[in-house]
C-alpha cells in the first residue's frame, strides 16, 4: 500500500489528478483521450457524490494541475527518469 500522498479531499481533485495523470499524460490521439474522459467522467460521476458545480471545479482543478507540472517540470522528469519522448509528450498535454 501506498500512502504517500493519502489526505482526505475534495472528490473532483482526486478525478482531476486523475483524469490528468492516466489519460492526458499517456494519450497522444485527441479522439482516444475524448473517449477514455467521457467513459472516466462518466463512471465517476455516477459512483461518487460530487454535487452540482463539479464541472466548473474539475476545470478549475486541472488548471492546478498544469501549474504544478510546469512549475518543478525538470525536477519531476528528471526524478521520474523518464525519456525524452515521455518529457516531450508531457511538455506537449501541458502546452
Known amino acids: 500500500m501506498d500512502w504517500e500522498k493519502s489526505i482526505c479531499g475534495d ?9 490528468f495523470h ?3 499524460r499517456w494519450f497522444e490521439t485527441e479522439s ?3 473517449q477514455l474522459e467521457k467513459e472516466f467522467l462518466k463512471t465517476y460521476t455516477e459512483k461518487a457524490n460530487v454535487g452540482r458545480d463539479w464541472r466548473k ?3 478549475y482543478y486541472g ?3 498544469l501549474f504544478d507540472g510546469m512549475h518543478d517540470f525538470s ?4 526524478v521520474k527518469g523518464m525519456t525524452e519522448e515521455q518529457k ?8
Do not use: C, G, H, P
Not at 473532483?12 to 486523475?18: M, P
Open 11 to 19: 472528490r473532483i481533485w482526486d478525478l482531476a489528478y486523475s483524469r
Open 22 to 24: 492516466l489519460i492526458d
Open 32 to 34: 482516444i483521450r475524448k
Open 57 to 59: 471545479r474539475l476545470k
Open 63 to 65: 488548471t492546478l494541475q
Open 75 to 78: 525536477d519531476f522528469t528528471e
Open 88 to 95: 516531450n509528450n508531457l511538455e506537449k498535454v501541458m502546452r
